[in-house]
Nanobody, 125 residues
Framework: VQLQACGGGSVQAGGCLRL????????????MAWFRQAPGKEREFVVA?????????YYADSVKGRFTISRDNAKNAMYVQMNSLKPEDTAVYYCASSDTLILSRVRQVDAYNSWGQGTLVTVSS
């Protein structure tokens, strides 16, 4: 599966951005997620939407209430709307997918077998 992420940019604190992730195969059977990696830090989980019709979503505590994940299976795409951005949200954001992931591992980096190239989000204070 090839993933293409886009939508990053520079905004001021309190602003918003929408990231998009396009997949080369159908997304309905895959769990899709966003991770992020700030300079000098490990890649961390941000948000995920589980595969199939359950559509269950999972959020990191740091983004709950500010970020919203969605998917459009007809377009093989996933999105994250990021509102009320903070300087600590600054990072390279990566989309990821897995067709074998189990719920208990949804927040784990190594549970995903396909990754996009990353898109940079910079939030200034």
């Amino acid at each position: 599966v090839q993933l293409q992420a886009c939508g990053g940019g520079s905004v001021q604190a309190g602003g918003c951005l929408r990231l998009s992730c396009s997949a080369s195969t159908r997304t309905s059977s895959t769990t899709m997620a966003w991770f992020r990696q700030a300079p000098g830090k490990e890649r961390e989980f941000v948000v995920a939407v589980f595969r199939w019709s359950s559509g269950r979503t999972y959020y990191a505590d740091s983004v709950k209430g500010r970020f919203t994940i969605s998917r459009d299976n007809a377009k093989n795409a996933m999105y994250v709307q990021m509102n009320s951005l903070k300087p600590e949200d600054t990072a390279v954001y990566y989309c990821a997918s897995s067709d074998t992931l189990i719920l208990s591992r949804v927040r784990q980096v190594d549970a995903y077998n396909s990754w996009g190239q990353g898109t940079l989000v910079t939030v200034s204070s």
